[in-house]
């Protein structure tokens, strides 16, 4: 029996808290850390969806973090 994971719908921020410096403002210093848990244990249970869009807005700004958004995408699109 082939199951169908769920879909879930990506936008820039969940990618700018997964890959930014730990902020020294606690509660987004939360968020990120969430974000981070979120990415490594529970997307991969999802068919995660990221639109051109938000892969345009990913690799905006400093060349070196706009790297590393775009490397997290990749990597989650190959799962």
């Known amino acids: 029996m082939n ?3 769920a879909r879930v719908y990506i936008e820039t921020s969940v990618v ?3 890959k930014s410096r730990i902020s020294s403002d606690l509660v987004v210093a939360a968020h990120q850390e969430l974000t981070r848990r979120w ?3 529970r997307a991969p249970r999802f068919e ?3 639109s051109e869009l938000v892969e345009r807005e990913a ?3 400093d ?3 706009a790297g590393e958004r ?3 995408i990749a990597a989650r699109r190959k799962n």
């Open 16 to 18: 700018s808290y997964l």
């Open 63 to 65: 060349l070196a973090a």
């Open 39 to 41: 990415w490594s244990e």
């Open 3 to 5: 199951i169908m994971k």
């Open 59 to 61: 690799s905006a700004g």
């Open 48 to 50: 995660v969806l990221i």
């Open 70 to 72: 775009l490397e997290a």
